[in-house]
Structure formats: structure tokens, C-alpha cells
């Protein structure tokens, strides 16, 4: 098993080409000229992951007003995600990454620990990225009902 060493801020993020709930392909180099939470989640419509999805639905026009697109990633299937995203109504792409190709590559999947149980599994972060493709933050520990805040908080501390 391999502990999690996730990015740090100053990093490039790394690109990727992966599908979507939707079907389509989505390159996060497309996203170059405006802001990107990429956001890593443990599994579809579970409490926290659910929370923090719909959260980030309700502050998703906040969010656009600011120039900032919203991506989740999980290791979940398309036809999981498809389903998830249909029954929370969320507005922004669920990367399907059941290889964990994205997920290793942003070092976010790897062995950890819940209730005395160790397992391999996604360590719920969200990486602030620049315009530039720049890591400019990443949120550890993301607060799943209030995250949308948290971002928009980072983003305005950064773009003073």
C-alpha cells in the first residue's frame, strides 16, 4: 500500500484526458485562461460526498460569476456518475476515473484510515488551479457542507 503525497501549491497541475458522466471527453487544457476547482471525492451518493456536490451545485452561479469552473473526479464509474449526477442535478462535469490515472496523478488515492480499518481509497481534496494551470491552493480537508465558501474565500485572498 502506498500512503497519499498529494500536490502542492506552485505545482503545474497535470494534465488529463478522461470521461465524464456525461459521456464526453474532458481535457482539464481546455480549462486553461480561467480558474478550476478540480475537486477528488471518495464515492457517489454517500453522505459527505453528497453534501459536498450539492453544496457546490447551490453556490455553482457564485462560483461562474467568479470565473471558476467546478470538476469532480472519483473513481466511480460513468454509469455511476451519470446516475449521481442526474438525481442531485449538478451542473459541472464528474470525471470517471476507475483506473485512478487522474487520481494518482494528483496523489490524492492511495492507503487510508477510517474507524481502525486501513483500505485503499480517494482522500477528499480539492486543488485550487490558475489560470496559468498553476496549483494555487489545495484544500486538505475540505469542509463538505460550506466548501463553496471556502473556495470563493481562497480566490478572493489570492486575487487581492
Known amino acids: 500500500m502506498s500512503t497519499i503525497d498529494r500536490l502542492e501549491p506552485g ?3 497535470p494534465d488529463f484526458k478522461a ?3 456525461t459521456g464526453d471527453m474532458l481535457r482539464l487544457s481546455e480549462y486553461r485562461g ?3 476547482a478540480l475537486y477528488f471525492y471518495p464515492k457517489d451518493d454517500t453522505p459527505g460526498c453528497t453534501k459536498q456536490a450539492c ?3 447551490d453556490g455553482e452561479a457564485r462560483l461562474q460569476e467568479e470565473g471558476i469552473a467546478v470538476i469532480g473526479v472519483s473513481e466511480d464509474d460513468i454509469a455511476s456518475h451519470e446516475a449521481f449526477a442526474d438525481k442531485h442535478d449538478l451542473p459541472f462535469p464528474l470525471v470517471a476515473d476507475p483506473e485512478h490515472v487522474v487520481l494518482n496523478a494528483y496523489g490524492v488515492y492511495g492507503e487510508r484510515n477510517m474507524y481502525g480499518n486501513t ?3 480517494t ?3 480539492t486543488y485550487l488551479i490558475d489560470p496559468d494551470g498553476i496549483i494555487r491552493h489545495v484544500f486538505k480537508r475540505p469542509k463538505t457542507g460550506d466548501h463553496t465558501a471556502e473556495i470563493l474565500g481562497k480566490f478572493e485572498a489570492l486575487a487581492a
Do not use: E, I
Request: hydrophobic share 35%; charged share 15%.
Open 55 to 57: 453544496n457546490l451545485r
Open 34 to 36: 480561467q480558474w478550476v
Open 119 to 121: 483500505f485503499m481509497g
Open 19 to 21: 470521461p465524464t458522466h
Open 11 to 13: 505545482q503545474s497541475a
Open 123 to 125: 482522500k477528499r481534496t
